[in-house]
């Protein structure tokens, strides 16, 4: 796992790396700054069952902190009817997750879907949040079947 620091912290307030980095190493009310590492970040995310997940934010510039979840998308292309159907599975911050078959094609789509599933406000991201906060790879897949599955659909 690469040592990289994700955020630094003082007593409440939290920073993202470039922002921290350019801080002092004690805060004025005597605080040591603190570097957050990945495998720390996901304690400071929160669940809110009527909001979602809700990511810490830097305290100067407002960007979301460490938030990535890889998208892998696979799509199908039905060649009858020309449609088009994709799957997602969503990784990240210890979350695995799957969205099985669906109408539709696109990365926009895609990043849509994953930020639906997991309970983010969409409009609330910028275009740069959405890409940063999202990594899509996508495979085209020959059957239907290739398509990711539910755990309890591919158990059948
Ligand atoms: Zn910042």
């Known amino acids: ?39 720390h970040l996901s304690e400071f995310f929160y669940f809110d069952d009527h909001i979602g997940v809700i990511f810490p934010q830097c305290d100067k510039c407002g960007q979301f902190i460490g938030a990535r979840f890889s998208i892998e998308a696979r799509t199908w292309r039905q060649k009858k009817y020309g449609n088009t159907y994709y799957s997602l599975r969503i990784t990240g911050q210890g979350l695995d997750l799957v969205v099985p078959m669906s109408y539709g094609h696109g990365t926009l789509t895609f990043r849509h ?22 990594p899509v790879t996508e495979y085209a897949v020959p059957r239907k079947r290739d398509l990711h599955q539910l755990a309890t659909e591919a158990g059948r």
């Not at 969409?122 to 999202?134: C, I, K, P, T, Y």
């Open 113 to 134: 879907r994953a930020a639906t599933e997991l309970g983010l406000n969409w409009g609330a991201l910028s275009h740069d949040q959405r890409r940063e906060m999202f």
């Open 1 to 39: 796992m690469a040592h990289t620091i994700q955020a630094y912290t003082y007593h409440a307030a939290m920073f993202c790396a470039p922002c921290g980095a350019t801080l002092p190493e004690i805060d004025p009310e005597g605080n040591d700054r603190t570097p957050v590492y990945s495998w």
